[in-house]
């Protein structure tokens, strides 16, 4: 964390808590941040890049008696969620995280947690998933998880991130909810690039979000409580259910939170679900989540300047689904190209994941545009405003020339010839 010469003091909301400080962060120094100002009970770690600068920094801020917290080191990806679990379950606000293949050598432990509704908040450093090897961005680790029980959200910014860290706490611990929330950061284009972040105070912080209360489902010796029975057939169709009841209350108490949010902290978006650029017009749109946002309103703004009416959606919230919004932005355009930083063999056009949800999302709305799909940026490889350009105009070639079959497009990657002219 590197801070201004000269921080900036900034007075708070009208009526509000107190001001913020500006300070240059990292995007995982900026979680890091949110956990002091949480007072998070436990953290358990185990290295491995590119999220354990979040560690790193939350070891140092202990040490230097800026935190108090049980940092507890595990032996493996899969203890350190265990303890995580764990500590949820006595009535502590626990933080974990990994990347990559480490995201999935703890996934029993990472299901079991959303089983049990336990309120745990992870950052998935995303990392491309090993053989071959490689530490730049992928988001299949991190999308394992989607259909677990999971939250899941995509964070385009360190300012994002720390605010995220926020709400995922508020919004997880909340009795409608109790469930997991996994922030997914992209790995060195924003867990390692330092940005202008507004830390807020901790007074503030400490309005937003209360106290973590598990309630009657704490485990205490003054509790005696069942943890994981054995259901079988009786009654895992009911647990289930209920699982199902409380991620379908979450966007209701995702709109109360961010309103508050605004409330106490003066800012936040416009929608808490997607974020919408240069939509208000457009005849088209790119589709996409994280850092790609970024460089997608940077193409958007050049391919406007040339007379293209083109926007950019970025989907933030991607478990639960905000598949109503986007069938009201998108429901009337006449095409769209969704860029999937991840894939999914064999999947519908042999798309990627982001793709056959925005697809079956539009299925119903009663206009449906041409939704292509492209895969981009795998292994941390660039997505550049070149490449955005030329998905734009994959998907006018797709209106015009209206193909049977819509196909999957892989943008930027090398086309493999062997000895034999094969590929």
């Keep these: 964390m590197t801070t201004i010469e000269k921080p900036v003091s900034t007075p708070g909301p009208a009526g509000g808590g107190p001001g913020y400080q500006e300070e240059i962060l990292t995007g995982c120094d900026a979680v890091a941040q949110s956990l002091r100002l949480l007072d998070v ?122 605010d995220m860290t926020l709400m995922a706490y508020r919004v997880a611990e909340d009795h409608r909810v109790m469930l997991p929330c996994a922030l997914s950061m992209d790995g060195a284009f924003l867990t390692h690039s330092q940005h202008v972040v507004q830390v807020p105070g901790k007074a503030a912080v400490e309005r937003f979000v209360p106290q973590y209360d598990l309630g009657d489902r704490r485990l205490h010796p003054d509790n005696p409580i069942s943890v994981a029975p054995q259901f079988n057939e009786d009654w895992v169709m009911e647990a289930r259910r209920q699982s199902d009841a409380a991620m379908r209350r979450v966007p209701g108490v995702i709109e109360e939170a961010a309103a508050e949010f605004k409330e106490v902290f003066g800012r936040g978006p416009e929608d808490p679900f997607v974020e ?85 999302a539009l299925y119903a709305s009663g206009s449906r545009p041409v939704v292509v799909p492209f895969i981009a940026g795998l292994g941390g490889r660039e997505v550049s405003v070149q490449n955005m350009v030329e998905i734009q105009g994959v998907v006018e070639q797709h209106i015009a020339s209206q193909p049977a079959e819509v196909d999957c497009h892989w943008i930027g990657v090398r086309e493999h010839v062997g000895k034999g002219g094969e590929r």
């Design 276 to 360: 919408a650029y240069m939509m208000q017009d457009a005849e088209y749109a790119l589709v996409g989540m994280g850092t790609v946002g970024m460089v997608g309103k940077v193409a958007v703004d050049q391919m406007r300047a040339q007379g293209k009416k083109v926007g950019f959606l970025r989907v933030k919230w991607f478990r639960p689904f905000p598949a109503s919004r986007l069938r009201s932005l998108l429901g009337g355009l006449k095409g769209i190209g969704v860029i999937d930083r991840d894939y999914s063999f064999g999947s519908n056009a042999w798309g990627g994941v982001l793709y056959t949800e925005v697809a079956a």
């Design 41 to 162: 009970d436990v953290l358990a770690g185990y290295p491995i890049r590119p999220y354990d600068a979040v560690m790193a920094t939350v070891a140092k801020m202990i040490a230097n008696g800026e935190m108090d917290a049980e940092f507890i080191i595990a032996d493996s990806e899969h203890s350190q969620f265990e303890i995580g679990k764990h500590a949820s379950l006595v009535g502590a606000r626990s933080f974990i995280g990994s990347s990559g293949v480490g995201w999935m050598y703890g996934m029993e432990a990472l299901v079991v947690t959303s089983s049990l509704r336990l309120p745990v908040v992870a950052l998935v450093g995303n990392r491309a998933l090993d053989d071959p090897g490689a530490f730049g961005v992928e988001h299949n680790d991190a999308l394992m998880v989607r259909d677990t029980g999971w939250l899941l959200y995509w964070v385009e910014t360190a300012q994002e991130a720390l």
